[in-house]
């Protein structure tokens, strides 16, 4: 007598996962790299709106601002962490101006609630957005 086949039914679901926006993260190197780690952090979360591919330059070398270019130019969006030295940062100033040249979206981030927040210099026109998910998840998917 031939053995008895068992067939599963189970079905398998697909769920459908946020397309990554590759993101750029522009921030005061020497200043305010522990908020790059959360925003960068904020975005892998399973319960965030949105998602992040950081794709910022974690570490100076020689080499930052052509790596820095291919990287904008890869990015679909540039966020600008603002705090108080951030409009002393050279570069910050050159990233947003490689963002320009590349036409990418560039976002101003206000880094933290208490204290004094500084543009970058030449974004005097643009809006500071205060740091929360809803704007996070409209600078991500194009809703601003």
């Known amino acids: 007598m031939p053995a008895k086949r068992c067939y599963s ?24 790299s522990d908020l790059r780690t959360m925003l960068s952090g904020q975005g892998k979360r399973t319960d965030a709106p949105f998602a992040i591919a950081d794709w910022s330059i974690k570490e100076e070398s020689k080499t930052w601002k052509r790596e820095a270019r291919e990287r904008i130019r890869r990015s679909d969006v540039v966020i600008v962490i603002c705090v108080l030295h951030t409009h002393q940062s050279v570069g910050v100033s050159h990233e947003i101006a490689l963002a320009r040249e590349e036409g990418k979206p560039v ?22 957005y205060p740091w929360t998910q809803e704007n996070l998840r409209r600078m991500t998917t194009g809703g601003m």
């Open 9 to 32: 039914s189970v079905r398998r679901s697909t769920v459908a996962m946020p397309k990554k926006t590759r993101v750029f993260i522009s921030f005061d190197y020497d200043h305010d």
């Open 107 to 128: 976002y101003l981030l206000k880094g933290r609630k208490e204290g004094r927040v500084r543009k970058p210099r030449g974004c005097f026109w643009e809006t500071l």
